[in-house]
């Protein structure tokens, strides 16, 4: 058992071949706390109930850009039903996966903007921080972020300039590295990792996608992949896993404080 307590802050375990499986081999690899995301009203309950199901995880309520071509506004009626109930769930702690996706060419985009912008509302009303997509429109995502006064957010699967990496920093807004770290043609997502300072980045697996290095072309990417993209970004900071797993739980707990109030010796 590993004494490191490291933070998957990004994985869709309800995407997985066996949630509780790869929930198991996770914290025994050190990953002792795991957030996810939801991507589509259907899937509301089943993140709900693997987060309640299991100690270690936690889970936040969203819709995906990818999904609001086959989401009805009702889904958005829906979506604020859900998080008025779940406010009292500890499990809880933000909303997302949001936000604007801008590489899938077959998307709406005023449908996608339209959508965000409402749950970025949402996120104002109910005080709760968000979890932000933002492949490929970075720059419209900051835009619709700074509309209104949010209490924080994680923009997942970082990717930009080192001009809109200083930016989403300036509005507190946590950047998120994975599998992509571990590849030594990835020049320039390490260039960006290594500008990040302490308190403004997190990891994560995006399990089941985002492979890292070492994974075959067909295995799925689960979560006790964490433990080697640590090692991996240690390296680059010239730290040790031990630091970056204290950073990247104490940045989470900064930016989500529901978390912060759950601390728990054997998580």
Not at 115 to 126: G, I, S, T, V
Not at 154 to 171: C, I, R, V, Y
Request: charged content about 25%.
């Amino acid at each position: 058992m590993h004494k490191v307590k490291l933070f998957d802050t990004h994985c869709h375990l309800d995407m997985v071949k066996s949630a509780e499986i790869a929930i198991q081999r996770a914290n025994s690899k050190g990953v002792k706390r795991l957030l996810v995301p939801s991507v589509h009203k259907r899937n509301f309950s089943l993140v709900k109930k693997i987060a309640q199901e299991n100690k270690t995880v936690f889970y936040v309520l969203g819709i995906h850009p990818c999904f609001v071509e086959t989401s009805e506004l009702t889904d958005l009626v829906a979506l604020e039903l859900e998080i008025q109930r779940c406010l009292r769930d500890k499990k809880f702690v933000g909303i997302g996966e949001i936000g604007i996706d801008f590489f899938r060419k077959d998307l709406d985009k005023q449908k996608m903007e339209f959508f965000f912008d409402a749950q970025l509302q949402l996120a104002e009303k109910y005080r709760v921080p968000v979890v932000m997509h933002i492949r490929k429109a970075q720059d419209r995502v900051l835009k619709y972020y700074r509309k209104y006064t949010l209490t924080g957010g994680l923009a997942h699967a970082f990717t930009g300039s080192p001009t809109q990496l200083t930016n989403f920093l300036k509005e507190g807004i946590l950047l998120g590295f994975g599998g992509t770290l571990t590849y030594d043609r990835s020049t320039r997502i390490r260039n960006l990792f290594q500008l990040v300072p302490d308190h403004g980045y997190v990891l994560e697996t995006d399990s089941p996608d985002m492979n890292p290095s070492w994974s075959e072309k067909n295995d799925q990417n689960t979560p006790e992949n964490l433990l080697g993209i640590a090692e991996v970004a240690a390296r680059l900071r010239s730290s040790t896993v031990e630091k970056i797993a204290h950073l990247t739980s104490r940045n989470m707990n900064r930016v989500f404080p529901r978390l912060a109030l759950l601390r728990d010796g054997n998580v």
